[in-house]
């Protein structure tokens, strides 16, 4: 078995701008967590799956990707979950909370994939940037530096990602195009 989860990775210079901040979290308030995956927007939480089963899952995966067009992400300065987590805020469009809902409750009647957690809480689409392992006392004095600090990207998703976890970090397994002749 091992460890999946499915995103959305902005374009490369935003990933490098938020890998950035990421290192700045590292070096000046001792929260490296965030530095174990990509940046990304997580659509289906973390999920074991058979090792064997791989090629099912990323057919199933494609199938849905190729049901999809193109949607627009527009970031927006940060926000918090208190007292511990520091993410780059998304803007909750209606495109992406489509995209996400859908996911969701394909992998759930095709691949029997189904996190209890994200049923009982409302989506919250956020690139981390200060992970769990950010102290409450580090928090208290992160936060006033990046409450306040403007942040504005805009990029169009093509694709999802499907995450592998080797035991240390996050690592791209594969992509899958949106349709984009809708």
């Known amino acids: 078995m091992s460890r999946f989860f499915i995103a959305l990775l902005p374009p490369q210079h935003i990933q490098d ?3 950035e901040i990421k290192q700045h ?5 001792a929260s490296r967590g965030a530095q174990k995956s990509p940046p990304h927007i997580t659509l289906q939480p973390p999920f074991e799956w058979s090792d064997a089963h791989v090629p ?3 057919a199933a995966i494609r199938d849905f990707a190729h049901s999809q067009q193109p949607i627009p992400i527009t970031l927006n300065g940060y926000a918090a979950f208190h007292p511990r987590v520091i993410y780059i805020n ?3 469009s209606q495109e992406l909370l489509t995209l996400q809902a859908d996911l969701m409750a394909d992998v759930e009647s095709n691949l029997e994939i189904v996190d209890k957690t994200s049923q009982t809480r409302p989506f919250t689409p956020h690139l981390t940037v200060a992970f769990r392992d950010l102290t409450k006392q580090n928090f208290r004095l992160a936060w006033p530096e990046f409450v306040q600090r403007s942040l504005n990207f805009y990029f169009t998703a093509d694709k999802l990602t499907l995450l592998l976890h080797d035991g240390k970090r996050w690592n791209i397994k594969s992509e899958f195009a949106f349709c984009s002749n809708f």
Not at 25 to 29: G, I, L
């Open 17 to 19: 701008y938020a890998n």
């Open 25 to 29: 979290f590292a070096d000046h308030y």
């Open 56 to 58: 099912q899952l990323e």
């Open 90 to 92: 998304v803007v909750k």
